[in-house]
């Protein structure tokens, strides 16, 4: 099968039987194994796929074949991984994910395409609070250095929280004053013209040179863990 472990080659065998199957217009045996949601993963996955969010699924449906993936399944994986989330986080961390594999799947006629339906108002944005210059002067000083420069280069410049927590120091070009974003979530790198405000408070971080992370932190959330401690 030209695979590396057992799960691949397992999927591309069963792929391999169909198609003899329908060349010869043969019926499949009905007692055929249905290809498990960890089988098709593996093989998504090895087709380039997007494996970000995948590994938690995996631990808690990876052995359910692809065929008993019904909405409740999904749902209850969604209540779990995601307690209290909004819709759109929801769609993103659980049912984008699933439905890819399951889409994938169904492309090499793995199994039926997926009728899973996306949680209600996921494709809306939750209101957006602009905090005042109040806020920024109550809690930018209970910030350490590193946290204050992410709070001011996230708010001062809209970037995603991901994207401006997780950069590197050699991302940061102090002579120029920009940050280059090469990760970016939509796939395109780009480059932030700081503000005057943000270069002062990376200036200000102690050694901010020999950190690992820019900003601290790569994690969100610890990095919201400070924020509202600091709101506290």
């Not at 380039?48 to 008993?68: K, M, V």
């Not at 986080?89 to 049912?95: K, P, S």
């Not at 050694?207 to 401690?229: C, E, I, P, Y």
Request: proline share 9%; aromatic share 6%; with cysteine.
């Amino acid at each position: 099968t030209g695979s590396s472990t057992l799960a691949e080659a397992r999927v591309r065998a069963k792929q391999i039987e169909r198609e003899y199957h329908e060349r010869l217009n043969l019926p499949l045996a009905e007692a055929e194994e249905p290809v498990t949601f960890a089988e098709a993963s593996i093989a998504y996955m090895k087709a380039g796929g997007e494996r970000r969010y995948l590994a938690p699924i995996l631990e808690r449906i990876g052995n359910i074949a692809l065929p008993e993936i019904s909405q409740d399944i999904v749902q209850g994986l969604a209540e779990t991984l995601k307690p209290g989330c909004v819709p759109g986080t929801i769609n993103r961390h659980v049912f984008t994910p699933v439905l890819s594999v399951l889409n994938f799947a169904a492309g090499l006629k793995m199994c039926p395409p997926p009728v899973l339906k996306r949680p209600k108002g996921h494709d809306k944005s939750p209101p957006l609070e602009i905090p005042d210059e109040a806020w920024f002067r109550a809690v930018l000083p209970r910030l350490s250095p590193t946290k204050r420069a992410g709070v001011l280069c996230i708010t001062l410049h809209g970037m995603r929280i991901s994207e401006a927590i997780e950069r590197r120091p050699d991302e940061f070009d102090m002579r120029r004053g920009e940050l280059s974003v090469p990760d970016s979530k939509t796939g395109v790198p780009f480059v932030v013209p700081l503000a005057e405000p943000v270069l002062d408070a990376i200036r200000a971080i102690p050694d901010w040179q020999k950190q690992k992370w820019l900003f601290g932190t790569r994690h969100t959330r610890n990095f919201a863990r400070d924020v509202n401690k600091a709101c506290d």
